[in-house]
């Protein structure tokens, strides 16, 4: 594709002696640099994608790095936020990482964005940047910068790792080539929230080697070498360390937004506006598109929808229910939502702190984990397995 910037007036000699081995690169040089040191990129979260994303941009030479956040750093993402320390804990994450950035390349100019990205300051603030590097974790968010972006003619890499999988794409409503995808194009409609690392886990290096790849089309995007991932979903799972190529097919413009694309496609398939039709064996990619993604699907929980109870039948806590002698263990996000129940932070399972009822039940009773939407809860489920108790269920609150 064309180089999406206009090259800076020139590179001072420390500039070019930092960079020099991007001045080596054959089919990179001096004019693709000096696009970089024009470029204005803004990163959306400062967490486990982008922290990848922003240190190696920022090493690579591009001249603005905006960073939208509203978080601020926890212990717990301190195993694959990297751009963030231990003494960091408690910091606004746009400050945390502003601080690292120009430590590792001074001469970037950082604009921390210390707010969350809503649908009434999206346009404002994005409109600023050449490119927007989506590392978001929610479909909120995703949305609101696919929206935001397609309206402003900007390019989006985004892409996402949950568990042991991740995928990478870049979106851009003006492309060339018959490339004009969108992400709702390949995902559909707007679904409820569903998993996310704080439920089901994550493996941090795969967030190295998503970040990494989404940094690289960014770098291809800005100054018109390489062939980005237009048109192209880049799934890669990280048991196998194998990468599957997904060919994209932009939506006809009489088919109507809610039936575009498929969004339960394998790593392994092209998505049509048919659906997904196979071109390689997806057997190995372990989960679908709508799984990554966070839309949990019955085979995954176990049960259909029909299947989960409105309230889970829940007896005072350390009681048991009839003569099965379960114990009900609410990990949902509302303490007391489940009258009777031992409630507990899935955080704090995760950390090994268990409430006393719990460790008074014995491991070969049954126990019954709850929460809202049965994310946390089969989360919880697998944790306490995991410990030792053998009979452990998962169910939602609500169908």
């Known amino acids: 594709?064309?180089?999406?910037?206009?090259?800076?007036?020139?590179?001072?000699?420390?500039?070019?002696?930092r960079?020099?081995?991007?001045?080596?690169?054959?089919?990179?040089?001096?004019?693709?640099?000096?696009?970089?040191?024009?470029?204005?990129?803004?990163?959306?979260?400062?967490?486990?994608?982008?922290?990848?994303?922003?240190?190696?941009?920022?090493?690579?030479?591009?001249?603005?790095?905006?960073?939208?956040?509203?978080?601020v750093v926890d212990?717990?993402?301190?195993?694959?936020?990297?751009?963030?320390?231990?003494?960091?804990?408690?910091?606004?994450?746009?400050?945390?990482?502003?601080?690292?950035?120009r430590g590792l390349a001074p001469d970037v100019e950082v604009v921390a964005h210390r707010e969350r990205l809503t649908r009434e300051n999206a346009?404002?603030?994005?409109?600023?940047?050449?490119?927007?590097?989506?590392?978001?974790?929610?479909?909120?968010?995703?949305?609101?910068?696919?929206?935001?972006?397609?309206?402003?003619?900007?390019?989006?890499?985004?892409?996402?790792?949950?568990?042991?999988?991740?995928?990478?794409?870049v979106f851009w409503s003006a492309a060339p080539d018959g490339r004009a995808i969108t992400y709702p194009d390949v995902f559909g409609p707007q679904p409820p929230e569903g998993e996310s690392c704080a439920t089901v886990g994550v493996l941090s290096p795969a967030c190295g080697v998503v970040g990494s790849t989404m940094a690289v089309e960014a770098v291809k995007v800005l100054t018109g070498t390489g062939?980005?991932?237009?048109?192209?979903?880049?799934?890669?799972?990280?048991?196998?360390?194998?990468?599957?190529?997904?060919e994209l097919a932009a939506p006809p413009s009489e088919v109507a937004p809610e039936t575009a694309l498929s969004d339960v496609a394998m790593p392994g398939e092209a998505l049509t506006p048919g659906g997904a039709v196979p071109t390689t064996s997806a057997e190995s990619a372990g989960t679908t598109s709508a799984e990554l993604l966070g839309t949990p699907s019955a085979e995954a929980t176990g049960t259909t929808s029909a299947e989960l109870p409105a309230t889970p039948s829940a007896e005072p806590a350390g009681t048991t229910s009839g003569e099965d002698g379960v114990l009900v263990l609410d990990v949902g996000l509302r303490p007391g939502a489940v009258p009777g129940a031992v409630y507990a932070r899935l955080e704090d399972l995760a950390a090994g702190t268990f409430p006393p009822e719990l460790l008074d039940h014995p491991v070969d009773l049954p126990v019954l984990v709850v929460c809202e939407r049965g994310l946390?809860?089969?989360?919880?489920?697998?944790?306490?397995?995991?410990?030792?108790?053998?009979?452990?269920?998962?169910?939602?609150?609500?169908?």
């Open 227 to 246: 062939d980005p991932a237009l048109g192209r979903l880049l799934a890669y799972d990280a048991r196998t360390s194998g990468w599957d190529t997904i």
């Open 19 to 71: 960079t020099a081995r991007h001045l080596l690169l054959d089919g990179f040089g001096l004019a693709a640099q000096e696009r970089l040191a024009a470029s204005r990129v803004v990163v959306v979260g400062a967490g486990g994608l982008g922290s990848p994303v922003l240190q190696y941009l920022a090493a690579a030479g591009v001249g603005t790095l905006g960073i939208i956040d509203d978080d």
């Open 75 to 101: 212990a717990s993402n301190l195993q694959r936020q990297v751009l963030h320390s231990a003494a960091d804990v408690g910091r606004a994450k746009p400050d945390s990482a502003a601080d690292t950035l």
């Open 1 to 17: 594709m064309e180089p999406f910037v206009t090259p800076a007036r020139g590179l001072g000699p420390a500039e070019r002696r």
């Open 376 to 399: 946390r809860s089969r989360g919880a489920e697998q944790l306490l397995r995991a410990e030792g108790w053998r009979h452990v269920t998962s169910r939602a609150l609500v169908a």
């Open 123 to 169: 346009a404002a603030i994005l409109g600023g940047y050449h490119l927007v590097v989506d590392g978001s974790d929610t479909f909120e968010t995703r949305y609101t910068v696919s929206d935001a972006a397609a309206g402003l003619g900007l390019p989006v890499v985004w892409g996402t790792v949950l568990g042991w999988d991740g995928q990478v794409s």
